[in-house]
């Protein structure tokens, strides 16, 4: 018996010694190897956790640019609105509806499908059945190019759904309370498919955020050409940061701040481009990437910008 409780207050002294060794490692560590504790315990829900709960992620608008691996999910918050531009490729997806769920995203007010390509679109038609939108907007495209059996299945799920949807207009503006969002389309006829890519720009106050889907550099200098008011703060990098979009001129044109490429960690087109990378530099932008960071959610309050990274880039 004697032995059994000396056992015991021997178990609970060394519990004891464990408990306040985690919390002096929680308490003293710089803030960065604290995120890196989480960051590898629980590398999905806390980390993603902090950044929902971040000062940025709390602004009036909050733009979310949600990791996806190589392929495109941005979440837009403003007020009681909810505006998602892209949803994944099919694999990935997960990762926007949960990161939805633990925002409580119950009802979306716009869903913007930039182009038919499946890192894209191709979460947007089990996100339909969750997530009904009040509205869906796509780019039209000429016949010639063929349709993938992602884009049937989707505009099939869209039909059966009942979700109201609309082709892109160019310099069409859609008004949620103070926040205007312009969307600016090609009219010209293009081969490539990115190129009839939704750029979509929004502002609030004095903030602004230009999106650019998989464009490229004639989508950027036909809107440059036609003088599309698209100077904003903040840039989401043309197709995942590929040197076919973002031309020095176009950067100079934007006069952006911040930039973010959502890419994929190692991904196989080696995004984002050295030459983009280098203008970035060349011009003083601040970058973020989702392949380094996670989800990047830069916040605003019409006037200041906070960023919140998932995780500290390497
Ligand atoms: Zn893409």
Redesign the pocket.
């Known amino acids: 018996m004697k032995k059994a409780s000396k056992n015991k207050t021997i178990t609970a002294s060394v519990i004891a010694v464990i408990v306040l060794l985690i919390s002096a490692i929680f308490t003293f560590s710089p803030k960065h190897l604290w995120k890196k504790i989480i960051g590898s315990t629980d590398p999905g829900t806390v980390a993603v956790s902090q950044v929902q709960g971040s000062e940025a992620a709390n602004q009036p608008l909050s733009v979310h640019y949600i990791d996806v691996g ?3 999910s941005t979440l837009i918050r403003f007020e009681n609105y909810n505006i998602l531009i892209d949803c994944a490729k099919k694999a990935e997806a997960q990762n926007v509806y949960d990161y939805l769920e633990q925002l409580e995203v119950d009802h979306l007010d716009l869903a913007i499908a930039t ?1 038919p ?1 499946a ?2 679109i191709g979460g947007f038609a089990e996100l339909i059945n969750r997530v009904k939108p009040d509205l869906y907007l796509l780019p039209q495209l000429p016949d010639s190019i063929k349709k993938t059996q992602t884009e049937l299945t989707l505009l099939n799920t869209l039909r059966t759904m009942k979700v109201k949807t609309e082709y892109a207009v160019n310099a069409k503006e859609y008004h949620f309370g103070d926040l205007i969002l312009t969307t600016y389309i090609t009219e010209q006829i293009h081969e490539d498919k ?1 190129d009839y890519s939704i750029v979509t720009h929004i502002r609030y106050k004095n903030a602004s955020y230009l999106f650019m ?2 464009a490229g550099k004639k989508v950027e200098n036909e809107l440059m050409s036609a003088g599309c008011p698209l100077q904003a703060d903040v840039l989401k990098a043309g ?2 940061g590929s040197s076919k979009s973002t031309s020095m001129k176009f950067v100079k044109y934007v006069l952006a701040r911040y930039c973010v490429f959502s890419c994929g960690l190692d991904n196989e087109y080696g995004h984002p481009h050295s030459e983009v990378l280098q203008i970035m530099k060349k011009q003083k932008i601040n970058c973020y990437r989702t392949d380094e960071s996670g989800t990047v959610v830069i916040g605003t309050n019409g006037n200041q910008y906070s960023i919140s990274t998932e995780k500290s880039a390497a």
């Open positions: 190589q392929g495109d182009h390509d890192d894209h990115n889907g998989d197709h995942h």
